[in-house]
Nanobody, 118 residues
Framework: VQLQASGGGLVQAGGSLRLSCAAS????????MGWYRQAPGKQRELVAQ???????DYADSVKGRFTISRDNAKNTVYLQMNSMKPEDTAVYYC?????????????WGQGTQVTVSS
């Protein structure tokens, strides 16, 4: 599975950005698509994920501000980020989990920088 992320950039506090991540290759049995982020000096953390049937999960810090969605026809996952804060500044990574023969396989995109200025 190859993941191509896009949409990062610089935005002022209170602004919005939309991240996209398109999956290609062996995309059969993809069960989870999501976004993680890693700020300088911090561990990578889950931002949001969407599970096969459409249920979603968000980090407490982004609830009510970020929305994750998935276009199955395009094999693409989106992260709409609104009311952004300087603490949202990080490299954002797309993540996909695919199941095959009873095993879970994790795939990561290349990361896209998001910077929120105060």
């Amino acid at each position: 599975v190859q993941l191509q992320a896009s949409g990062g950039g610089l935005v002022q506090a209170g602004g919005s950005l939309r991240l996209s991540c398109a999956a290609s290759g062996n995309i059969a049995s993809i069960s989870v698509m999501g976004w993680y982020r890693q700020a300088p000096g911090k561990q990578r953390e889950l931002v949001a994920q969407i599970i096969g049937g459409g249920s979603t999960d968000y980090a407490d810090s982004v609830k009510g501000r970020f929305t994750i969605s998935r276009d199955n026809a395009k094999n693409t996952v989106y992260l709409q980020m609104n009311s952004m804060k300087p603490e949202d500044t990080a490299v954002y990574y797309c993540n996909v989990i695919r199941w095959s023969a009873g095993r879970a396989y994790n795939y990561w995109g290349q990361g896209t920088q998001v910077t929120v200025s105060s």
